[in-house]
């Protein structure tokens, strides 16, 4: 019994000591440089506000706040979006990223639990449009997280 410490904790403690340092860009946000990897840059992850980076930092945090099952999909959600180059390789990754419509218009959500969605937009302002005026997917290289929630009522 050499291991016996669950694998997803393995994980994270294998993250958190390759995992790069937090930068602070202006007051209200955050931003968590995922690096460079041998074929190109990872996605770059921005949150909207402290609170917000520090209820998804740890698995403990996930869990109160999220609870235990939300928190094991958040963690494999964010996994995923440390790993894609750009948002397209969202596309065919289980989890349902897609863009939202109405009020939420410009903003993108990945299913979590039940209801609930991680909600974020692009970072670029305007945000990377193709010809016919849709979202270029492939161009979008950065990303601030918005909240967690179910926005279904």
């Known amino acids: 019994m050499a291991n016996a410490e669950p694998r997803e904790k393995r994980e994270i403690r294998l993250a958190a000591a390759s995992a790069p340092h937090l930068y ?32 998804l930092a740890t698995e403990q945090a996930r869990v109160r ?20 180059e750009s948002l397209d390789a969202m ?32 970072t670029d302002d305007p945000p990377p449009a193709k010809p016919d005026g849709g979202l270029n997917w492939s161009a979008v290289t950065a990303i601030t997280i918005l909240e967690v929630t179910d926005y279904h009522g």
Request: charged share 25%.
């Open 91 to 122: 596309r065919g990754l289980p989890g349902g990223c897609h863009e939202l419509k109405g009020a939420r218009h410009g903003q993108l959500a990945v299913d979590l639990t039940g209801g609930s969605r991680l909600v974020f937009k692009p």
């Open 24 to 55: 602070r860009i202006g007051k209200p946000r955050y931003h968590y440089h995922i690096g460079k990897r041998k074929h190109g840059a990872r996605l770059e992850i921005i949150f909207a506000c402290s609170r917000l980076e520090k209820a």
């Open 65 to 84: 706040t999220y609870g235990p099952d939300a928190a094991k999909t958040l963690y494999r959600r964010m996994t995923q979006l440390h790993a894609a």
